[in-house]
């Protein structure tokens, strides 16, 4: 891994960052949880490298619905 660590995403509980992270895993993505307390909430930060930030938000983000 080389390049400064960048959030790929934030969760708000631990059992969907850690989902996140082994799904990343699985495509070849270092990733690890990084918990901030940012005014009393509680965030977990899923953190990659930045030459991985956009696969990694490409495989994160969701697929939108269709309209029919």
Known sequence: MSGK??????FDNR???????SMLDAYGI????????TSGQSLIHVQVADSD???AKG??????????
């Open 5 to 10: 660590l960048v959030t790929a995403a934030i």
């Open 53 to 55: 930030l956009e696969a």
């Open 30 to 37: 270092y990733a690890f949880s990084a918990h901030l307390d």
């Open 59 to 68: 495989l994160i983000s969701p697929v939108p619905e269709s309209g029919d």
């Open 15 to 21: 059992p969907e960052a850690e989902v996140c992270i």
